[in-house]
Every structure is written in C-alpha cells, then in structure tokens.
C-alpha cells in the first residue's frame, strides 16, 4: 500500500491533527507491512493562493503553455501525481474558525482540476480520481461531531463534499476533539484513535 499524509497545521509536535495522523499512518502500516508513506507538509513549501496565472495555465494544453505556465501548474501537476499513486490518503485537518486552514485550501485549489481529476459529462460532472481510500484526522478544541455547535463544522463536511467531486468517496473522518476542555483533553487523542476502524 502507498500511503500519503497530507500536514496542513503549522503547529508541529503541538498539533493533534499531526498526532492524529501519525497514529492513523502506524495503523495502516501495522495492517498493511510494508506499505510505503510519503508525508507531504503544505506548511514547510506552502502551495501558492491560485492567481490568474495559475488558471490561465490550467486551462492551456500543455503542449503550449509558455515557460511561465509550465512554472505556474508545477505544483498542481505534483500534487495530483502524489494523489494518484496514493492507494489511501490520510489528511490531517485542524478546526480553524470553524473551516480548514488556508494552506489546506490552496491545495484543494491545485488538485481540483477540471479535465485531469474531474471532467463535465453530458450526465453531469465525474471525478477521475477513483479507487482510493481517505482518512480526515481532523481535529478541534470544542466538541462538534455533535451538540449545539455541530452545524458550525465546515471542515468535515467540505472535504466530504470537495474530495466526492474528485471521485474519492470512501471518505472517514476520524476526530479528536474537545482539547480545549481540561477535562476531556488528556483522553481525546486516545479516544480519537481508538475510534478507527483500520
């Protein structure tokens, strides 16, 4: 199995996102041995917000796009191919102000690419990015799997939505929560893996 873990908190050895990852990474390896893993950490190289060159090269055959294009899709074209060797993607997502962060947005915006991971059809769009497994290790300091504060989760439901596009439906969500409660901290990161299915 190849496995890719997508880092989008800044936050290093204090993030539970990355924690949470990490721990969902040793159980795929712990049943799958021998996997291989590539981490991909958007915080260290951070993809660039898509600007109008970035469309204009996304939108031009490749054949013909100028020495500037061919500079502009660069990323896009290696995160796509990170994505396609991937049997199962593991992506961690912090809660911030109730979304994802931006760093994690903007790689949206790269692998989301009209004719290469998804394409309009006579019966409606068709993501091209098929046969894969993902894992959302999402994490947040307040509770919102549930509860009063569940509708103003943006980041479960939005990769849900964005990643189905793309073609990869068999999306989990897996979640620590409830960090910033003292009483609930000490547990959440085990209660978040113990949750797992893998």
Do not use: C
Not at 94 to 120: C, E, M, Q
Not at 140 to 156: K, L, N, Q
């Amino acid at each position: 199995m190849n496995i890719l873990h997508i880092i989008s908190s800044p936050r290093k050895g204090e993030s539970y996102s990355i924690k949470l990852g990490n721990g969902l990474v040793e159980k795929l390896q712990a049943t799958n041995p021998g996997s291989t893993v590539k981490v991909h950490d958007l915080t260290n190289k951070p993809f660039p917000h898509v600007e109008e060159a970035h469309l204009q090269s996304f939108f031009t055959p490749a054949e013909s796009r100028t020495p500037e294009q061919q500079e502009a899709v660069r990323h896009s074209d290696e995160a796509i191919a990170e994505i396609m060797a991937a049997d199962t993607i593991v992506i961690g997502a912090p809660l911030y102000n109730f979304g994802i962060p931006s760093t994690l947005k903007a790689w949206v915006d790269h692998i989301a690419r009209a004719g290469v991971t998804f394409r309009y059809t006579a019966d409606g769009p068709e993501g091209l990015v098929k046969g894969k497994k993902v894992y959302v290790a999402m994490s947040s300091g307040g509770i919102y799997s549930e509860g009063p504060t569940a509708g103003y989760d943006f980041v479960a439901p939005y990769l849900k939505a964005v990643l189905g596009f793309l073609g990869m439906t068999d999306v989990t969500v897996v979640r620590v929560e409830g960090t910033a409660f003292p009483d609930l901290q000490p547990t959440a990161l085990e209660k978040g893996l113990a949750s797992a299915n893998i």
